[in-house]
């Protein structure tokens, strides 16, 4: 019976995240009351780690939580388009940099966004540099190894 309490609660967990925003575990534990789980925030943190939930940015600012699937960017190729615009890759124990031709940093870090790698945590762009954040549990190494695979690019 309590698998099945808990697998109900995960699927209300999965409706109401995706429809609608919700920015906080507090506001996501009200609306999982009104469906008719009292959860505690324990629990619900719990669930949102079963359910490998992430919290992504919003364009006007502030975040909200996601559930399912990465999605692929628009253009499946696009991140391996942009991989001629990256001229290198360093890192140390917490970023990875990499360089860009001149102008053409944003349009990486886009593409890097967009394919919402389950690696990076966000990228940060300049002119022709952009800072990589590993995700939760992985190293800056494993990530760099990883884009270089994809960019065909050697290691620095």
């Not at 967990?13 to 009351?33: H, K, P, S, Y």
């Amino acid at each position: 019976m309590p698998d099945d309490i808990q697998e109900a609660r995960r699927a209300a967990i999965t409706q109401i995240v995706r429809t609608q925003r919700v920015g906080t575990q507090e506001e996501l534990r009200q609306l999982l009351a009104e469906s008719g789980f009292d959860v505690t925030q324990a629990t619900l943190s719990r669930d949102l780690s079963r359910l490998k939930a992430r919290r992504v940015s919003l364009p006007e600012g502030g975040s909200m939580y996601e559930v399912g699937e990465f999605t692929a960017p628009d253009d499946p190729d696009e991140l391996a388009q942009v991989g001629d615009f990256v001229t290198g890759m360093e890192s140390n124990e917490v970023l990875v940099v990499v360089h860009t031709r001149p102008g053409t940093a944003s349009a990486v870090a886009s593409a890097l966004d967009k394919a919402r790698l389950p690696q990076l945590l966000g990228t940060i762009a300049g002119d022709d540099t952009i800072f990589l954040a590993p995700a939760r549990r992985q190293t800056t190494k494993k990530l760099e190894q990883f884009l270089q695979q994809q960019w065909k690019k050697g290691g620095s």
